[in-house]
């Protein structure tokens, strides 16, 4: 594609474990996730290499979910957010909980770290999954296959735990000090 657009001399890529990546110390003046950052395999390892890479000043901007605590779910949601987070492989989401991520980002030193909740803007994308899964997922369920057809149980299931606040969608930026 960027061959395609005239800008492949304009971009590089990598393609590495971005817990431990081949770049310099302080190479980067900005990080950017989007729903990536929940599948790193140790969340905390994930976030001091990045802070590693970034230039003093430099910003990391991400868009992740957040989980409610877990005496916030009933049996049920526990478990469809159990499935959901091992057949998606979005293992950190379990560290990354309303309201105390910013925490976590402090732990690693960054600062001025700030969250906004912008769920709102989420909720009309889930409704569609949820109604396009309706019928798969009616067979899914009877056959017990939920965890076979992930995706399919996710679409219908995570609208329903969203709509209850359980998961929310954020915007999160903190800073490397200079």
Do not use: W
Request: proline share 3%.
């Amino acid at each position: 594609l960027a061959k395609k657009l005239g800008v492949d001399k304009l971009v590089e890529y990598y393609l590495m474990d971005y817990s431990n990546t081949i770049f310099k110390d302080n190479q980067f003046d900005a990080v950017y996730t989007m729903e990536a950052l929940v599948h790193s395999p140790d969340l905390k390892k994930t976030l001091r290499e990045f802070f590693r890479i970034l230039k003093p000043g430099g910003r990391l901007v991400m868009h992740e979910y957040t989980m409610a605590k877990d005496k916030e779910f009933t049996d049920y949601e526990k478990r469809i957010m159990d499935m959901m987070i091992e057949g998606g492989a979005i293992h950190s989401l379990r560290d990354m909980r309303h309201n105390s991520f910013p925490k976590v980002l402090r732990e690693i030193d960054f600062v001025s770290v700030k969250e906004k909740d912008i769920s709102r803007y989420t909720e009309p994308s889930f409704r569609r999954l949820h109604n396009l899964s309706l019928i798969p997922y009616f067979f899914v369920k009877f056959l017990g296959l939920q965890r076979r057809f992930i995706n399919v149980t996710t679409g219908y299931e995570v609208y329903k735990i969203a709509k209850k606040g359980l998961i929310r969608y954020c915007v999160f930026i903190a800073i490397k000090p200079r």
